[in-house]
């Protein structure tokens, strides 16, 4: 069994069940679990999540996405200050980035006004850090793959492009 797909199959719904992912495999589920296993301690698979559309939800959730811009440490680099920023519960995703600027961190709060004191009172007071450009986001179409409020229409209002 390859494992790679066995991962598209978890990435595109992880509450499958091993009955089904053996079925599908053609592997027997002792042989599925067992790979699962594997996979978790070798933290391919970090964790099983559900994409939520907090837009029908009654409740406050307001995401940001923040570009941080700082100077490398010498012999560690960018690590260091990425740990101490992923290290707030706030900090829901964080990546490092070619550009203009070093890190795209992905932030949830219960309001601006909260991610706004962290960004003033936390971020921006790490180490190395030199500036901050903070983007609210206001509506979330996709995530995951998954769209979220499908318009129905039957036709294609895209344009026609021909060379």
Known sequence: MEDRVLL?????NARRSVTDLAAILNESEENVL???TQLEKDKVINGYHTVINWDKTN???VTAVIDVSCIPERDNGYDRIASMIYAYPEVDTMYLMS????????????????????????LATVENVTGTTTN????????????????????DDRMIVTP
Not at 137 to 150: N, P, R
């Open 8 to 12: 598209s199959l978890l990435e595109k």
């Open 59 to 61: 409740v406050d959730h």
């Open 136 to 155: 609210f986001i206001l509506k979330q179409y996709k995530s995951g793959g998954i769209v979220f409020d499908q318009i129905d229409d039957d036709e």
């Open 99 to 122: 550009g203009k600027t070093e890190f795209l961190v992905i932030v949830s709060g219960k309001t601006m006004q909260e991610i706004a004191n962290f960004v003033g009172s936390k």
């Open 34 to 36: 067992n790979m699962m």
